[in-house]
Structure formats: C-alpha cells, structure tokens
C-alpha cells in the first residue's frame, strides 16, 4: 500500500465557497458565524469559477491562502486535484473541501458526514433499508451516508435506470445491495428514509404520490425553494420531509473541523457553541 503524504503546515487566513452559480451561497454566511464564536480572524469569502476556469485559479493561489469549499460543478475537479483524500472522497470521487498546505491540497468529502448528521438528529440511528430518488451528482454521497447507517438494500430510482449502473458498484464495494429503478414503475418501498437528490422545482407529477405513500423519512437536498413539490405532497401522504439546509449546516460544521485541525473527526472548541451559532446564521430562531 502506498505511503500517505505526511500533512504540510497550514498556512494561510482566507477561505472561499468556489462554484458556477455561487450567488446564492449560505456558506459565508455560515462560516464567517463559525470564526465569529471561535474567535479567529479569517475571511471567508464567494467566487464565481466554472470547470474550465478550476485549475487555473487553483494554481494561482498563493500562500495567503487556507482553503476553499467546492460545490457545483467542481467536486471532481477538486478531486483530481487532491494529493490525498479522505475515505468518503475516496468512495464517491467528489471532493466538496481542499485544505490548502505547503505539501499541496488535502481532498474531503463532508456531504456525506451532513446526511449522515440531519438523518440521525431526526431520530433515525439506523436505515437497513434506503431510497435515493435521481443519480445525479449528490447520489454517491447519498448511498455512502445511508450505508454508513447500516444500509443492506438501497433502491435508487432514476429517469435513466442506466445512469444508476455506475452506482452499483459502488454498492458493491461497500457491500450493499443497489437496486434500479425508474419514477413510473418504482417498486412499492419500506424504505426508512429517502434522500431526493434531484434538481430544485423537480416536479414528478402523479410518480410522487406513489413515492411518498409508505412515508418515513425524506431528505430532500434541496434548500433553496422550500417547500418542493415532492415534500408537499410527501407531508400530504403523512410522512416528515426536512430540507437540504440541515445537511448545508452539518456538512459546514465539518469543513470547519478541517479549517481548523485538518481532519474532521477532532472537535472544535465548545462545538455546541458553533453549531448554534451557524444554525441561527441561516436557520433563525
């Protein structure tokens, strides 16, 4: 197995959110109430940059520099990037955090650790059985989170049941079983929880009242037009749809542990503190 690179100095005192859009970011928003509670002095700040324009301006950075939150269309660039990455980066082959040090970029993966978080502080510690609707570019993050949770089965459903292919091996390699299937012949589910990974203002039409009618759990990625049709007609049916802000805020806490540490799994100082404090920032009371 080859060595890890050992971890460079941490250098630097500015952080960004980099994507195309990034206009409606909630991520400075987010870590400036973060540094405000841990008493640091960085700025955190937004950046339009497309694909072709990533590498680029990557390399441009200089050691002023102290990392930078990727969200679409650049977690694969960002991956390839990456002179490491941790485990769920890894798996999913999308990077949505790069901690800047003098050895070269270090690669995270913290969506998975937000749905992992948002489900669990609904109450729901253990999923042996999933659903993802889409197989966009969410999905990977998705199926990891839900095995995290003990996922034996997880069914993802898809306009294109080919699209789901590349999914299934993932599963197998985390040793779940990954299911295909479409919006108009989905199969009756007694999934706990459901992750919708699909696009804002997606509306299914009359597929959403058969997905919704076992009920359970649904997060839904979306968080800027709230309510979607889909959790609409998912509370209709009796079940509990919550918005992709939780996942914003708990993926966000982690992307802090990294500014700070390094590593997500040391914790910040008076966390509770923090987590207040960005959860008031775009939460409210």
Known sequence: MPRQPRLGMLIGTKLAVWGDPVAHSLSPRLHAAAYGVLGVPWDYSRRQVGEAQFDGALTALDEEWRGLSLTMPLKRAAAASALTLDDRARLTGAVNTLLLTTDGPRGFNTDVG????????QGVEEVPFGRILGAGATTASALVALTELGARRVDVVARRPEAVVPLIGLGEALGVEVVPADFTMAPPSGATVTIATLPGGTDLGAAADGLAA??????????????????????RAGGLPVSGLGML???AVLQVRVF????TEIELDDEPAVLAAMREAVMGD
Do not use: F, K, M, N
Not at 114 to 121: C, F, K, M, N, P
Not at 260 to 263: E, I, K, T
């Open 249 to 251: 805020l708990h993926q």
């Open 214 to 235: 076992h009920g359970g759990l649904l997060v839904d990625v979306v968080y800027g037009s709230w309510p979607t049709p889909l959790a609409t007609t998912w509370q």
């Open 114 to 121: 937000g749905l992992v978080a948002t489900i669990r502080e």
């Open 260 to 263: 700070v540490s390094g590593s």
